[in-house]
């Protein structure tokens, strides 16, 4: 019988950017990049990224960092990026002035960017009682060699009509 291991709360550092002008999409752009990756890793993407979104996004995961170490005691080394979410914000509306009196509808989008770091220094004690659980002969190989791919381009669905 195998048991399942609770994980621990306290291995998680989490930090919550709101209200940063810039797009959701061009925020997302950057997270993709540096979601499962270390600490210095994630230091040397973005420092090297030639995008206006890194720079509020180094900010916080500086601040992440901060607050793992200080807070819960956490070595930088053995921090990675466990999640990393970028969500819209309220968009800012302002009124331009235009010829004749009339007026023009600028909209600065924001958005929420939340970073969740985990500590691996803790499981690496649990890294050899893992391996030896997974046996060679649970995944069968041949299960999946035989399936072909069938969509409406190689089947000739959508040309057929003339």
Known sequence: MIKKR???????????????????????RIIDQI??????ETLMILELMPYRACYPILKLVYSAVANA???????????????AEVNEGTTVKKLKPRARGRSYLIKRPTCHITLVLK???L?????????????PGWIDKNKYTHRTRHDMYSSGGLWDKK
């Open 123 to 135: 499981y690496e004690e649990y890294k050899d009682y893992t391996i030896c659980l997974i046996k």
């Open 6 to 28: 609770k994980t621990n709360p306290y291995t998680e550092v989490y930090t919550l950017g709101q209200h940063i002008c810039m797009s959701a999409h061009k925020a997302r």
């Open 119 to 121: 500590d691996i220094s």
């Open 69 to 83: 170490s200080h807070n819960m005691g956490f070595n930088e080394a053995s921090l990675v990026i466990n999640k």
């Open 35 to 40: 979601r499962e990756r270390s600490y210095e």
